[in-house]
């Protein structure tokens, strides 16, 4: 293929993908957009979760097993921590404290989070484009019975107990899109634009919250595709699934569609979907039914090749149904 | 003995002593007054490094054969962390982490250096009052051939080798003592002040820099009493020897005297010193010559009583001479 790709991206699924298309794609061909609704300061520290998660996985560096953090991560800053009776209910490894230490640091030196990035990313020897979403801060927050709850509050702390009743983006409003993700979506040699399997109300719909970047997408001439998170009914990883249900949808591919309606031209399903792609062409979007989970590197490299020949395909699609909407 | 002590001190030497003070007095008869004139801000964290090494030390968790820093201690986070390509001339051990972070995190929230040094020595079991000298910043500053040095610059990155001129205190005039300092200094049953075997210049110096602390010495009742860091001329560790060497004092028990004139009423040296002791009269000091090298703890708490039953023994004793300088 010839031209550039954006992928949209949160956090550990997503990077799986993100991780594919940077090994099949040239890296000055791919610009990944990570999600910053997660982000947070804790004990002074600047903590941006799914950029950390993609940097990781992009690097080989993630802990597979875990799902989270780095392989052969060590915890004795946490037991230290524990003893000193300070906060202790959000995990940091003894070497991932670099990553936070230093990019607190270059913020508080006048850096902007997309430079901080850039550097750190460069630093693991990443060659792809790695780019918050936004420079500002943009800070999502459920909303529960129990009152609004800032996002690593309900990720970590609760670990997504409380019943959502909706999820609001804090500074969404005053945001703008990163250099980056703006450069992006004004290339004229855009191919594809891919939504990575990633959590819809949590980790890609702060990335459309941005300002602009709805508009930007509609706008453009390439092919927009998505792979479901949901799989069987089931999310593959976190709270998707109980999520949707609480905000009254039955979890699944159908309910993908619809949350991203406006936005899609095509959507990538897992096998144990494939009846429902009937469904999805009746609401104007085309489907691949493919192996949509990824346990290897390889099935990492091999979706990422279907999605984007999958996307091109779609060129010149289904673009009026999304104009339209 | 009954009455408040009060006990100076800086790194290594100092907390030593200061350990083994902890040990024969009741907690509530001693204050600790630690140096922070090589505090810094490193990584946007804020490092108390005699503080720090004062509270290890007392708590029993302090690493003797490295000399700093915590036993059994990790590095993953300085390996992470130069991998980022970050500054990595100051080693910030896994464990030892957790003390500058939570310190910067209180400072932040608006605690005092005092508040959060209580704070934190409380959770790690300790009952002696632990005092910064200040809650003020003031920073040593080393003036060499090659330009005015911050201490821990001079200290660490540089390992004391450029040639000093002199030593200074940033930010020392417009300092006031801690409210624990001062309220030691004005206890009416001050029993006794050691100035423990720290380096007089870097460790000393700063404490006595703060604005009312010398005119204070000179105004209480209690003996005042040094113990000194120089044995056969040689510093027990640390640049204190090439230091007085470069500022052309001949390194020994008599320029320590000499550098501490008009605030002690006494001087315990080693008895590898003893031949001094006449000399020290000369100048108006009491002497005590004893085992002035702690390795064990129970060096440390022999030496503490010894030396707190010698600073007993001058009382009334030269204050005429301290008060005339």
Sequence with gaps: MSGHVIAFCGGVGGAKLAAGLARVLPSEDLTIVV???????HLGLHISPDIDTVVYTLAGLSDRERGWGLARETWNFMASLRQLGAEAWFQLGDQDLAMHVERTRRLAAGETLSEVTAALSAALGLQAAITPMSDDPVR?????????????????AEQCRPIAEGVRFAGAAEASPSPGLRAALGRSD????IICPSNPYLSI???LAVPGVRAALKAVDAPIVAVSPIVGGRALKGPAAKLMTE???TPGVAAVAEHYAGVLDGLVIDRADADAAPVLRGMGLQALATDAVMVSDDDRARLAGEVLAFALSLEGGSRLHRRAS
Excluded: E, K, M, S
């Design 35 to 41: 999600n910053t609704g997660d982000d947070f300061v």
């Design 140 to 156: 999502t927050i459920v909303r529960t019975a129990a009152g609004d709850l800032a996002f690593q509050q309900y990720f970590v």
């Design 190 to 193: 855009l191919a594809a634009v």
């Design 205 to 207: 719909d702060p990335i």
């Design 247 to 249: 905000l009254g949808v």
